[in-house]
């Protein structure tokens, strides 16, 4: 009998072991009565939901890192013509030119890198993401406050938590919980592209923290009545701290200041 492959902690491996999270993980990156015609894997490990993606796409690019595991993976879906499993970093993969989806228990090391990559790729239409739920839930509002990465990217792309696995569904168990992510390229950005510069700017303005407050940073770019007209218009306070406002409020806040 072969012995099972030791985690590697350099690789901040933690397998999902619990079918069931990883049938609900599956079923959110290809809903019900959908097909992805192309899905990449970000560490397909021992292939637990690799298995149950694979009949839920066209093709399916399945990318380990630990070359421990991947004859174990090639062997297991040697018989599955829409998987390919490569044996290599997905941070060093080049994003296909054609639409495709992200899915995968994301190494919480590497949550970040793993995100910027998605966010870079242009071909991207959405990505469902097993992360640390602390990450999952800064993210996406979920604890009332919004981040900075969150707002900059919501023009282009929805953020939302869309499910949460408790942290005894992984071997090795880790210390934390985890949550589901969903990152969504939207088909119609909220700004064109003309515009999306002067949004940045704005928003960098705004999480500086320069002059104590957001209403203070915008006033040492925009006069104090536009921006107090700016905060009534999104329906702010304006000792409101910057992480507490939405994109929503953001978007407005940019409509007036922009004019």
């Keep these: 009998m072969a012995r099972p492959t030791r985690v590697s902690r350099a690789l901040s491996q933690n397998f999902l072991a619990d079918r069931a999270s ?18 990449l894997e970000v560490g ?38 829409q998987v390919r499993v490569i044996g290599e970093d997905f941070l060093c993969a080049r994003p296909p030119r054609t639409p495709f989806s992200v899915a995968g228990n994301v190494p919480f ?59 005894r569904s992984f071997r090795p168990v880790p210390r934390v919980d985890a949550g589901i992510v969903r990152i969504e390229r939207r088909r119609t950005p909220l700004l064109d592209a003309d515009a999306y510069d002067n949004w940045r700017r704005l928003v960098e303005l705004g999480f500086s923290g320069v002059g104590g407050s957001l209403h203070a940073s915008l006033r040492r ?31 407005r806040l940019y409509g007036v200041l922009s004019s």
Excluded: M
């Design 109 to 167: 090391s590497r949550t970040a890198p793993i995100v910027d990559w998605c966010l870079r790729a242009s071909a991207l239409t959405d990505a469902t993401l097993l992360t640390q739920l602390e990450y999952a839930r800064k993210r996406t509002g979920d604890y009332g406050s919004w981040s900075r990465l969150t707002v900059l990217t919501w023009p282009r792309h929805e953020w939302r938590l869309v499910g949460r696995v408790g942290r």
């Design 221 to 251: 770019a925009h006069p104090r009545r536009r921006v107090d007209a700016a905060f009534r218009v999104a329906g702010l306070d304006t000792g409101v701290l910057v992480g507490e406002v939405s994109p929503g409020a953001w978007l």
């Design 44 to 81: 397909a490990g021992k292939g637990a939901l690799t298995e149950l993606l694979a009949p839920r796409c066209r093709r399916l690019l399945a990318y380990e890192i630990d070359p421990r595991l991947v004859p174990v993976l090639r062997a297991r879906f040697t018989n599955t013509p």
């Design 22 to 39: 990883a049938a609900q993980l599956a079923r959110l990156a290809v809903p019900h009565g959908r097909e992805a015609p192309l899905l």
